[in-house]
């Protein structure tokens, strides 16, 4: 399970993220919604330890070590000269010898058939040796969720990972999440700013305001008041 208690962060003198407690089950999609500037990035980023926080984060009871976290981000981070398959033998560079990972053109023949396992995993197996660069954004972000995938880490932190697709993708992706979650028994937090997306795909919603938790229960409860702008624009 991952956990993070009392997570607080400042930028300079501002705190934007407040004593911030969350948590993810194995097996458990949880979308966290809120307005823009609300903190949902920011947590994301305490979380994987990419910026300064107070408070703790764990896995499974303990500090996670740097292969436990894999991350998906709304620009997606492929190298697109390279081949699909390669993106996705990326994933495992963590685990392998060094001597290995300096070489990457030579992933080693278990790596690649794990990696074209999880390209298969995510429906994309007949582009494994296309250019990452050429697949549409919609497949490039299911080829680094087989990435992430292959890095076998127990928790998938996704940053806004449909933000870029059009609405078929990225309910194709979102789906994918809820199904891998399940089926893998993975803890995915997938900050998102479609709240009928969470609705349908999570498992549970985590709100934020003003950099504070205000809303942790079922995906079907009403969100409206996380997004005070919007109300605003509705009433005038
Ligand atoms: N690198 C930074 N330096 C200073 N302030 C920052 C930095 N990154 C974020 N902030 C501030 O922290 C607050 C939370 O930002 P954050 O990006 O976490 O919100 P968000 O909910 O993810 O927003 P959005 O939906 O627009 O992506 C905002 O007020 C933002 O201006």
Redesign the pocket.
Known sequence: MLAATGLTVH?GPRE?LRGVDVSVEPGELLAVL?A???????MLRAVAGLVPATGSVTVDGTAPGPLDIALVFQRIHLVGRRSVLDNVCAGALGRLPLHRSLTPALFPRAVREEAMACLDRVGLADRAHDRAGALSGGQQQRASIARALCQRAPVVLADEPVSALDPAAAERVLALLGELAHAERLAVLA?L?QPELAREHADRVVG?RDGAVVLDGAPDQPVDFLYPHAQLENAS
Request: glycine share 24%.
């Open positions: 930028y934007v809120g823009n500037g609300s903190g949902k990035s920011t900050v700013h934020l």
